[in-house]
């Protein structure tokens, strides 16, 4: 479903602050796969969504999503095949439009927008089905505006309308890192399911080692932009964070340094 071929991305490059973000990555992701990334600051994670989701241009290598060269399609273009959750809440929805609105631009996402544009009652009760099923209270509260919702409640609210339509790719970029601890797990929990259900091939970063074990059937990990890791099934079943930093050790040459990665 995704393969990412010798991907090099350099910023400010043949000047004195030149930072070779991706150096040479390359990995492969199957369908219905649920890769977690993890890494220290720096290490290349949001560098390497953001070239996937043709935020950034790359200097080398290939991207191809289900079969199809994007390497050079502008990101607006590979949008219709992607599904993205940002870190910051305030991303990915439209703070003055309500909850069916911003439902209906995710649903029709892609299609031409003629005169007929409202929205019909038994498009509303899909969104009432579907709200409900995230057990936030929030089918009951259609014409709410956005932007009055706390951070959790947005937060599950983008990440419905990234998997409405199934994106052949669901990148999730440090989705609950600006939430608490306590609304963190509530999302990571509703993520999980959606992705089963769904079957959603997904790459999820994120900046806690334990969530990067627990979740996913595949781990990447990432030191100054190389994958230094890749572990999956029982191997990655049976790890615990102590293992994965004396790996981390035994491949980069270091310690972890960056002890935001290491909090519960």
Same mark, same amino acid.
């Given at each position: 479903?995704?393969?990412?071929?010798?991907?090099?991305?350099?910023?400010?490059?043949?000047?004195?602050?030149? &930072?070779?973000?991706?150096?040479?990555?390359?990995?492969?992701?199957?369908?219905?796969?649920?890769?977690?990334?993890?890494?220290?600051?720096?290490?290349?994670?949001?560098?390497?969504?953001?070239?996937?989701?043709?935020?950034?241009?790359?200097?080398?290598?290939?991207?191809?999503?289900?079969?199809?060269?994007?390497?050079?399609?502008?990101?607006? *273009?590979?949008?219709?095949?992607?599904?993205?959750?940002?870190?910051?809440?305030?991303?990915?929805? @439209?703070?003055?439009?309500?909850?069916?609105?911003?439902? @209906?631009?995710? /649903?029709? #996402?892609?299609?031409?927008?003629?005169?007929?544009?409202?929205?019909?009652? *038994?498009? #509303?009760?899909?969104?009432?089905?579907?709200?409900? *099923?995230?057990? /936030?209270?929030?089918? &009951?509260?259609?014409?709410?505006?956005?932007?009055?919702?706390?951070?959790?409640?947005?937060?599950?609210?983008?990440?419905?309308?990234?998997?409405?339509?199934?994106?052949?790719?669901?990148?999730?970029?440090?989705?609950?890192?600006?939430?608490?601890?306590?609304?963190?797990?509530?999302?990571?929990?509703?993520?999980? #399911?959606?992705? *089963?259900?769904?079957?959603?091939?997904?790459?999820?970063?994120?900046?806690?080692?334990?969530?990067?074990?627990?979740?996913? &059937?595949?781990?990447?990990?990432?030191?100054?932009?190389?994958?230094?890791?890749?572990?999956?099934?029982?191997?990655?079943?049976?790890?615990?964070?102590?293992?994965?930093?004396?790996?981390?050790?035994?491949?980069?040459?270091?310690?972890?340094?960056?002890?935001?990665?290491? /909090?519960?």
């Amino acid at each position: 479903m995704l393969r990412v071929n010798a991907l090099t991305k350099i910023f400010n490059a043949k000047t004195v602050n030149e &930072n070779r973000a991706l150096n040479n990555v390359s990995f492969e992701l199957k369908k219905g796969e649920f890769v977690t990334l993890i890494g220290g600051n720096g290490s290349g994670k949001s560098t390497l969504l953001n070239c996937i989701a043709g935020v950034y241009t790359v200097e080398k290598g290939t991207i191809i999503i289900d079969g199809k060269n994007v390497t050079n399609i502008c990101e607006y *273009k590979r949008a219709v095949m992607l599904g993205r959750v940002f870190q910051d809440p305030v991303m990915g929805t @439209a703070s003055n439009m309500g909850i069916e609105e911003n439902l @209906a631009l995710a /649903l029709r #996402r892609g299609k031409r927008r003629g005169l007929a544009w409202g929205i019909s009652k *038994k498009e #509303r009760e899909k969104y009432k089905e579907l709200l409900k *099923k995230l057990g /936030l209270g929030l089918e &009951n509260r259609l014409s709410t505006k956005v932007g009055l919702l706390s951070g959790g409640q947005r937060q599950a609210l983008t990440l419905l309308m990234a998997t409405l339509k199934e994106p052949k790719l669901l990148l999730l970029d440090e989705h609950t890192a600006a939430l608490d601890p306590k609304t963190a797990q509530k999302v990571l929990k509703l993520s999980n #399911r959606i992705i *089963k259900e769904n079957n959603l091939t997904t790459l999820m970063v994120t900046h806690n080692m334990k969530n990067a074990l627990k979740y996913g &059937n595949r781990l990447m990990m990432m030191h100054e932009g190389r994958i230094i890791l890749d572990i999956k099934g029982k191997e990655k079943q049976k790890m615990t964070v102590e293992s994965l930093l004396d790996r981390f050790g035994n491949v980069s040459g270091e310690e972890f340094a960056d002890e935001q990665v290491l /909090l519960p």
